[in-house]
């Protein structure tokens, strides 16, 4: 079975802080994703991997960086935490290649950070 | 640019009774779409998606959406809700040919599906 892991549900740092959250997947995807989750707004995506040691700046990347060191793991990283970064962080992956298996995404469930 | 709307934040359902919830998008070219759904403190879930052939695709617990180019819509529909069926659901679009990076989500409709 899918499974995207992501390191914790429950995240509570102050301002500040360097944060680390962490994004394994089991499924040989070579896209990683992370979104970031507030209400009314959907999903935003922060950065996009499309293979080891690759990213792409999506559509929020101030304030966040990335890190794919190996194929199953994509690690989003905060550089210095602040109050508007509290929110439900997302990890996603899909395999690469043409044709619809690549379209879908196998989302994580989520990490709760509340930066204080 | 693309886009994706989802005009309702909430919709009341009575258990037994059919469901839609709207989506409509705006894209350069033919569409990808999808639907997803997000269950009390978990991730989303793919529910399906139109990619290219019929218009009429059908997914994940008894779930289908119509691909209605001309009103670019793309309207998830159920004909008999389920309590379980109670949560926050997700539009989602992307242009054909562009980047898997460039799939844009709607804002979610919370479905509440009462007894």
């Known amino acids: 079975d899918v499974k995207v892991t992501q390191s914790s549900r429950y995240l509570v740092k102050r301002t500040g802080e360097k944060v680390f959250l962490e994004c394994v997947q089991d499924?040989?995807?070579?896209?990683m994703f992370w979104y970031r989750q507030d209400p009314g707004l959907g999903l935003r995506l922060i950065y996009f991997?499309?293979?080891?040691?690759?990213?792409e700046k999506g559509d929020i990347p101030e304030g966040y960086s990335v890190s794919r060191e190996k194929k199953e793991r994509f690690s989003l990283i905060l550089e210095s935490a602040s109050t508007n970064q509290t929110s439900m962080y997302l990890c996603?992956?899909?395999?690469?290649?043409?044709?619809?298996?690549?379209?879908?995404?196998?989302f994580g469930p989520g990490t709760r950070l509340l930066v204080l | 640019a693309q886009s994706v709307a989802q005009p309702e934040d909430q919709v009341n359902v009575a258990e037994g009774n059919p469901l839609t919830v709207k989506c409509t998008y705006s894209?350069?070219?033919?569409?990808?779409l999808f639907w997803y759904v997000q269950y009390p403190n978990r991730g989303l879930q793919f529910l399906l998606k139109?990619?290219?052939?019929?218009?009429l695709v059908k997914g994940s617990y008894g779930f289908e959406a119509e691909f209605n180019k001309s009103q670019t819509s793309f309207h998830l529909k159920k004909p008999s809700a389920l309590v379980s069926d109670s949560a926050l659901y997700f539009c989602?679009?992307?242009?054909?040919?562009?980047?898997?990076?460039?799939?844009?989500f709607g804002s979610g409709t919370r479905l509440s599906i009462r007894p």
């Open positions: 894209v350069s070219g033919n569409p990808y």
């Open positions: 499924m040989d995807h070579e896209n």
């Open positions: 996603a992956s899909s395999p690469a290649g043409r044709g619809a298996p690549r379209e879908t995404q196998y």
């Open positions: 991997s499309y293979d080891v040691k690759m990213k």
């Open positions: 989602a679009v992307r242009g054909k040919g562009s980047s898997a990076s460039k799939i844009i």
């Open positions: 139109y990619i290219t052939g019929d218009n």
